[in-house]
């Protein structure tokens, strides 16, 4: 089965650019995670859906950030305008609700 | 913030065990304890999961402590693979720093 995919792997932007992350959960599961990850501040949860409905956003930094699912297969985290300290690795995740997380492999952002 | 601490690091020579310390001093009576490492920099991994009795799977061991504020991960015969940073987490899936286990020959 397929896991979670997350799309770009990479990408590098300069400062200003709107960037769009996608994730495609793993089938049947209803509860999707974004986490951003930097050697300064570690594996961070940024928000969660349930069921498409976004629950808990309260680790998104700031109003430059924003997430949707609009529909059970599909989500996206967006950033604009992007700035250098955006730089990190967006990890998506999806469970069935209550049990264990499945990460994808990342997005590797870098804003220059 | 999570509501889980753990040391920054951990050495363990290959072929022993490596036991993993995890402190939950404020967890609520019907959550799980769960751990997952990362290798490199790839997405964490699931590793095993348990609420209060001790759990065993191909890949660790864990032990959670009567009054669940503590639990302990158990590689039992740990190889130059199991390194990586290691991650205990509660139901709302906030990770903390992890603990880095380095393996050495």
């Known amino acids: 089965d397929a896991g979670v995919i997350q799309s770009p792997r990479h990408e590098v932007t300069e400062m200003g650019q709107e960037v769009t992350l996608r994730c495609k959960p793993i089938s049947g599961h209803n509860s999707l995670f974004w986490y951003r990850q930097t050697m300064m501040r570690g594996l961070e949860l940024l928000i969660y859906f349930n069921n498409n409905v976004p629950i808990d956003d309260s680790g998104m930094p700031e109003d430059r950030f924003s997430a949707k699912m609009p529909n059970a297969s599909f989500s996206t985290l967006k950033i604009q305008p992007s700035e250098p300290r955006d730089s990190a690795v967006y990890f998506c995740?999806?469970?069935?609700?209550?049990?264990?997380?499945?990460f994808g492999e990342g997005s590797w952002l870098t804003v220059v | 913030d999570a509501k889980t601490t753990q040391p920054p690091s951990m050495d363990c020579a290959e072929g022993r065990a490596a036991n993993l310390p995890c402190n939950h001093s404020?967890?609520?009576?019907?959550?799980?304890v769960y751990w997952y490492r990362q290798i490199h920099s790839q997405g964490p991994q699931y590793i095993i999961h348990g609420l209060k009795n001790n759990e065993t799977n191909e890949m660790a061991s864990l032990i959670i402590t009567e009054d669940r504020k503590s639990s302990t991960l158990i590689l039992p015969h740990a190889t130059l693979r199991d390194t990586a940073v290691y991650y205990c987490?509660?139901?709302?899936?906030?990770f903390g720093a992890g603990t880095r286990l380095t393996v050495k020959p």
């Open positions: 404020t967890i609520s009576g019907n959550e799980y």
């Open positions: 995740a999806s469970r069935v609700a209550g049990n264990t997380i499945y």
């Open positions: 987490t509660l139901r709302d899936m906030r």
